[in-house]
């Protein structure tokens, strides 16, 4: 991990930047990219002089915002004429399709905000967004909240951790845990709550 990090402070801060930024943005494209590692890697290369801590939140939140709000509008655009047709009828029945519209209209705007809290489920959430046709202010205002949360409290977490990469890594591996288990928690708590509606 020394080694590693003598690399990443060798760079021009420019490339850490652009590099962070990236994989922030990407994480709404393919969400097992870890997002909030690099988010914690450009505070903590903050914390040791190397880069700007405010400009690492903005920079990734406004990555993040960009790309989910991207995310949303394709799915939006394309989304429903997919599953419409005869491969993405396989994938979401017409019925299926209804029931998440539904409950998107229901539950759109606090669902979104929370689900982006949660590691891996915060990359699937937009999609469905757009594809339910939630309208732009219900789906993107809780996006950048969310984001702005998440990623403002990040980034002053590892600040305030220190300098020792060792450190900040084992919290963040702790945090994302309990998040991950919050997440298993909701996701089956919504699966339970589908099942008794169902009867």
């Given amino acids: 991990m020394t080694d590693f990090l003598v690399f990443l402070e060798s760079l021009p801060p420019g490339i850490l930047?652009?590099?962070i930024t990236a994989f922030v943005a990407i994480e709404n494209i393919f969400p097992p990219i870890p997002a909030d590692t690099a988010v914690a890697l450009g505070a903590f290369l903050a914390g040791r002089g190397k880069m700007n801590a405010t400009l690492v939140f903005v920079l990734t939140w406004t990555a993040n915002v960009g790309s989910g709000a991207a995310v949303y509008w394709l799915a939006r655009r394309y989304g429903p004429g997919f599953f419409r047709g005869p491969f993405g009828r396989r994938l979401l029945s017409p019925h299926t399709l209804e029931r998440i519209e539904r409950e998107y209209e229901r539950h759109g705007t606090y669902g979104i905000f929370l689900s982006r809290l949660l590691p891996v489920w915060r990359g699937m959430i937009m999609p469905f967004a757009g594809i339910a046709g939630l309208s732009a202010p219900r789906a993107l205002i809780p996006l950048a909240l969310a984001s702005a949360v998440y990623y403002g409290a990040l980034t002053l977490l590892v600040m305030a951790i220190g300098t020792n990469?060792?450190?900040?890594?084992?919290?963040?591996?702790?945090?994302?845990?309990?998040l991950l288990l919050l997440?298993?928690?909701c996701i089956g708590g919504l699966a339970l709550w589908i099942v008794r509606r169902m009867r």
């Fill in 17 to 19: 930047y652009a590099i």
């Fill in 165 to 178: 990469l060792d450190d900040v890594l084992r919290v963040l591996g702790r945090v994302n845990d309990v």
């Fill in 183 to 185: 997440g298993v928690a």
